[in-house]
């Protein structure tokens, strides 16, 4: 169902043209993770969900998959 967004994310990992916000940093800390996971998480996982932001109107994506470690990720993406 999302699968022309989620090519649109990978393509945008291997290129390397995305920009990490300082909130995204912070959660990754908060979560002990870090970019490498999230680039994982995103490469090799699903999204499961959509949901509109209520202050921004764009739109967010729930991806599930693994970290490089191997273990469940649930990210929330915009």
Do not use: P
Request: charge should be positive; aromatic fraction near 6%.
């Amino acid at each position: 169902m999302f699968d022309k967004i989620l090519k649109v994310m990978r393509d945008k990992i291997h290129r390397r043209q995305y920009v990490m916000t300082i909130h995204a940093e912070e959660e990754m800390v908060n979560d002990c993770l870090n970019i490498y996971d999230v680039e994982r998480c995103i490469l090799t996982g699903k999204i499961t969900a959509r949901q509109k932001d209520k202050v921004t109107t764009e739109w967010k994506y729930r991806i599930n998959g693994k970290t490089i470690a191997g273990s469940k990720l649930r990210l929330l993406q915009q």
